[in-house]
């Protein structure tokens, strides 16, 4: 499990999908890690299908541009099929 504070939250709300830095804003919500690779899975469609909507032109927009300041990667430990973390070699 990674930690909290290296999830984004994104919530639905009427007025269109908002990044949700509290992680108190009402409304389904789904969490992306804090790389592009997870954002650009994300928009591709698993933020559609997890908040059960379908991404307007604006929200794509919107995501992409907080998308362009996030790290490419970073290196995280494997984990074992049982959950727990294998110490990095």
């Known amino acids: 499990m990674l930690p909290k504070r290296s999830l984004i939250r994104i919530v639905r709300r009427p007025d269109g999908l ?12 789904a969490y992306l890690h804090d790389q592009r690779s997870c954002w650009e899975a994300g928009i591709k ?3 559609s299908k997890s908040l059960k909507v379908e991404l307007s032109s604006g929200d794509r927009e919107r995501l992409l541009e907080y998308m362009k300041n996030l790290p490419e990667e970073t290196q995280l430990p494997p ?6 973390m294998e110490p990095a070699s």
């Open 45 to 47: 469609g698993a933020l």
């Open 79 to 84: 984990v074992v099929e049982t959950g727990r």
């Open 18 to 29: 908002q990044i949700d830095f509290t992680g108190k804003l009402a409304g389904r919500g």
